[in-house]
């Protein structure tokens, strides 16, 4: 059973930066492609960003140029750099790992935005 350990959520003020880890269990770490997604209160959940085993990266829209995923396969991590961070990026932040269509979730770390 393969687990998803999020961290590094919390409160911080419009325009400031957080960078979220999650490490995952198992071994081969480097052969799956890793993503992070996010869920508002009463919304859906929604694709942040993506990042393969080749290292190539995916965006929202609504990221593009402020978000920046990346991966450490030697610490079985994937990380998320959040700068210019806006309010309506509250959510709770949640990871994943897609094993050839076998798709784990971590428990998610909350972020929050406000002054």
């Known amino acids: 059973q393969v687990q998803l350990v999020e961290s590094g959520g919390g409160l911080v003020q419009p325009g400031g930066s957080l960078t979220l880890s999650c490490t995952a269990s198992?071994?081969?770490?480097?052969?799956?492609?890793m993503g992070w997604y996010r869920q508002a209160p009463g919304k859906q959940r929604d694709l942040v960003a993506t990042?393969?085993?080749?290292?190539?990266?995916n965006y929202a829209d609504s990221v593009k140029g402020r978000f920046t995923i990346s991966r450490d396969n030697t610490k079985n991590t994937v990380y998320l750099q959040m700068n210019s961070l806006k309010p309506e990026d509250t959510a709770v932040y949640y990871c994943?790992?897609?094993?050839?269509?076998?798709?784990?979730w971590g428990q998610g770390t909350q972020v929050t935005v406000s002054s």
């Open positions: 994943n790992q897609n094993r050839g269509g076998y798709v784990y």
């Open positions: 198992g071994s081969n770490f480097r052969f799956y492609d």
């Open positions: 990042i393969t085993s080749a290292r190539s990266t």
